[in-house]
């Protein structure tokens, strides 16, 4: 069979197929080669990541938070993990019929340094199945509150790297909407939500924000990209946090910014205070332990 342009050098054919990114006769259709190059444009964005944790560590520990069918585990692992003798990846998620089938195929390609967990957020986060510190923590298009969940996590395991691809979400929108005719008589930004399909806008792009904010308020250094071209997915923001330690240096000694340690923990506390105020000031007080802790 002839080489496809899309697919990287020494890329798993077998598992391509089993992911349905290929068909059986080793085919790319139209709708797989948009989901190829979603996957691949993430890679690109986490490879130097994975490669900056290995020459400071020799090691490496990935967890994939709501993994779905670990799309992207599978794929991290074909084009970094396989011909390494280092690394971990862990593939978390509560669809037990998922885990199975990612279970099934790891051990058909003999991925043997993948290891997939039945858990719930605060079960990974307890878990002695799981390392106490994860060093990149990836959630591709985990819908709603799980893109919060894959969050959590990651602050709890103390990654130096979280990837994020948020999905649909509608708490904060339902949120907004509820409080709608307090909000029209507390505060005229509410006009920004009035109209429903401002609600469901404003109040997805508004999740994100408080995301980032919540994010810097931890200590990261924040980064808001898109991940592909808007014709090949809607759903295509793309976050990238990178820790820093309580001196204002990253995860690695090294300071970001160059600047005052102390200015950096000041900018954390004015994450956080920001983050508090955009609650307030919304009407969102009921979102503050989702948000704030």
Not at 141 to 153: L, Y
Not at 240 to 246: G, P, T, Y
Not at 273 to 285: D, S, V
């Amino acid at each position: 069979m002839p080489p496809i342009p899309e697919i990287k050098p020494n890329q798993s054919i077998e598992l391509l197929k089993a992911l349905h990114i290929l068909t059986r006769d080793g085919k790319l259709n139209q709708d797989s080669r948009r989901k190829l190059k979603q996957v691949y444009h993430l890679f690109h964005f986490i490879e130097p990541l994975l490669e900056e944790v290995l020459t400071r560590t020799k090691n490496l520990t990935l967890a994939d938070h709501g993994a779905g069918k670990s799309y992207l585990g599978f794929i991290l692992y074909d084009l970094f993990l396989k011909s390494r003798e280092v690394g971990q990846l862990y593939g978390i998620e509560t669809r037990t019929e998922l885990i199975e089938k990612s279970q099934a195929l790891a051990a058909q390609l003999k991925f043997s340094r993948m290891t997939f967990l039945n858990l719930s957020v605060e079960e990974s986060i307890r878990s002695t199945q799981l390392p106490q510190q994860i060093d990149v923590v990836t959630a591709l298009h985990a819908c709603n509150t799980a893109t919060d969940d894959a969050i959590k996590f990651a602050l709890h395991k103390h990654a130096k790297f979280i990837v994020l691809v948020p999905c649909c979400q509608a708490e904060v929108a339902t949120l907004l909407n509820k409080n709608k005719n307090q909000s029209l008589s507390k505060t005229a930004l509410s006009e920004i939500w009035r109209h429903p399909i401002h609600t469901r806008e404003f109040g997805s792009h508004l999740t994100n924000v408080l995301r980032c904010l919540q994010l810097e308020s931890h200590g990261y250094q924040v980064t808001v990209t898109e991940l592909v071209g808007w014709e090949h997915s809607m759903k295509n923001e793309l976050i990238i946090a990178s820790r820093k330690d309580e001196t204002g240096a990253n995860s690695f000694g090294e300071n970001y910014t160059g600047e005052n340690p102390t200015a950096e923990n000041s900018f954390a506390k004015k994450a956080r205070q920001r983050l508090e105020f955009i609650l307030q000031e919304l009407n969102l007080e009921a979102l503050r332990e989702r948000f704030i802790y």
